[in-house]
């Protein structure tokens, strides 16, 4: 069956850098392009970013381009997320979800606080 | 104006139906989007319930209940969620989502379902 484990998530001080990690199982990877969406404490789904299944195409979120980089390694099965500069609105659980976005991991919780 | 507006509360009744709506805004027509669905309970992330383009274009989620539905009010430029037969279970968070290109998803802000 699908699974998507995310890491990588923690406090963080504005200005500061994290970089997350999804490890997929079940499915072909390297044939599905790949999503992080992020949902802030009490608030909706916002879609930060996608990687197609070569990695040839990326696509950001206005409100993380500059910011945030997608990357994918396909003999690792992973998806990672790449934050810098970041800032208290970016404070959120951050989830990996599957090219079709039929699945998604548990999420890691980021906090940007000082 | 958001891409994609949802209400932000329902309330219907144990063995009722409800209709969640998902209103595109203007200028994107309805008629060219698969509408995907979600429920998130707290706690949890979100599960796919269904897509919906048309009734020739449609998908259902796996172990999803046929009483969860999909469709559209084009006059409204809305894809339409409907659940039948609510159960107390079925009180939730709802979103809906398109892509609105190939690299590119966007959520409505969601409805929250209560039965009571």
């Known amino acids: 069956q699908v699974q998507l484990l995310e890491s990588g998530g923690g406090v963080v001080q504005p200005g500061g850098s994290l970089r997350l990690s999804c490890a997929a199982s079940?499915?072909?990877?390297?044939?599905?392009?790949m999503h992080w969406v992020r949902q802030a404490p009490g608030k909706g789904l916002e879609w930060v970013a996608f990687?197609?299944?070569?990695?040839?195409?990326?696509n950001y979120a206005d409100s993380v381009k500059g910011r945030f980089t997608i990357s994918r390694d396909n003999s690792k099965n992973t998806v990672s997320l790449q934050m810098n500069s970041l800032r208290v609105e970016d404070t959120a659980l951050y989830y990996c979800?599957?090219?079709?976005?039929?699945?998604w991991g548990q999420g890691t919780l980021v906090t940007v606080s000082s | 104006q958001a891409v994609l507006t949802q209400p932000a509360s329902l309330s219907a009744s144990p063995g009722a139906s409800a209709s969640l709506t998902c209103t595109l805004r203007?200028?994107?027509?309805?008629?060219?989007?698969?509408i995907y669905w979600y429920q998130q309970k707290p706690g949890s992330p979100p599960q796919y319930l269904l897509r919906?383009?048309?009734?020739?274009?449609?998908?259902?989620g796996s172990g999803v209940p046929s009483r969860f539905s999909g469709s559209k009010n084009a006059s409204a430029n809305a894809g339409i969620l409907l659940i039948s037969g609510l159960q107390s279970e079925d009180e939730a968070d709802y979103y809906c989502?398109?892509?609105?290109?190939?690299?590119?998803?966007?959520f409505g802000g969601g409805t929250k379902l209560t039965v009571l």
């Open positions: 979800a599957k090219g079709d976005v039929a699945y």
């Open positions: 079940g499915f072909t990877f390297s044939s599905n392009g």
């Open positions: 990687v197609r299944y070569d990695g040839s195409d990326k």
């Open positions: 203007s200028g994107i027509n309805v008629g060219t989007y698969r």
């Open positions: 919906y383009k048309s009734d020739s274009d449609k998908q259902q």
């Open positions: 989502m398109i892509w609105l290109s190939s690299a590119e998803v966007v």
